[in-house]
T-cell receptor
């Protein structure tokens, strides 16, 4: 049981380049999330999904797009990377039963540097 | 989600209990208290959550005051591997299958350092 797997673990991009971060979970969780973590800023929600085919904006969605074509996968895209998007990105998923969630499972993170 | 206040840092000797406090004086009746931790360079890890009763699992115990305005996370026998940033979060569980907004807002947390 791998839990939540993020790929890649590290990436360096040039300004203006695009890339996709992949998140895969094998726990059959309905809800999935993308966060970014910056020094002194804590975790900030970028986008989330409450089920296959659905996505919604979080606190800091600008410059990012997401897709949830399959329940187990949640993709985060950067169409034109900017230095301000240098960050550590975490994916998470959560199980919801009878209206209550039982905690989030996080991936190990992707360290992205935009130069 | 209600705002939480935690000490910036705490120290604990290895083998002793670590008691991490959290104030959430504006908590509403349907908000739960969650604790997560983040070990350096790793993703956050869920520890425990509760509504009003004290809770215990294999990792920790959660003590919530009767008025629910504060809580304490207890690591009964801290080890060096428990050194991490601990986050107290107060939030309402979301409805499954709906489009209700849900997020997990991490504040600055408490840096717990366990010493040999």
């Amino acid at each position: 049981n791998a839990g939540v797997t993020q790929t890649p673990k590290f990436r360096v991009l040039k300004t203006g380049q695009s890339m996709t971060l992949l998140c895969a979970q094998d726990m059959n969780h309905e809800y999935m999330y993308w966060y970014r973590q910056d020094p002194g800023m804590g975790l900030r929600l970028i986008h989330y999904s409450v089920g296959e085919g659905t996505t919604a904006k979080g606190e800091v969605p600008d410059g990012y797009n997401v897709s949830r074509l399959k329940k187990q996968n949640f993709l985060l895209g950067l169409e034109s990377a900017a230095p301000s998007q240098t960050s550590v990105y975490f994916c998470a998923s959560s199980l919801v039963l009878q209206g209550f969630d039982y905690g989030y499972t996080f991936g190990s993170g992707t360290r992205l540097t935009v130069v | 989600d209600a705002k939480t206040t935690q000490p910036t840092s705490m120290d604990c000797a290895e083998g002793r209990a670590a008691n991490l406090p959290c104030n959430h004086s504006t908590i509403s009746g349907n908000e739960y208290v969650y604790w997560y931790r983040q070990i350096h360079s790793q993703g956050p890890q869920y520890i425990i959550h509760g509504l009003k009763n004290n809770e215990t699992n294999e990792m920790a115990s959660l003590i919530i005051t009767e008025d629910r305005k504060s809580s304490t996370l207890i690591l009964p026998h801290a080890t060096l591997r428990d050194t991490a940033v601990y986050y107290c979060i107060v939030r309402v569980p979301r409805a499954a299958g709906g489009t209700s907004y849900g997020k997990l807002t991490f504040g600055q947390g408490t840096i717990l350092t366990v010493h040999p």
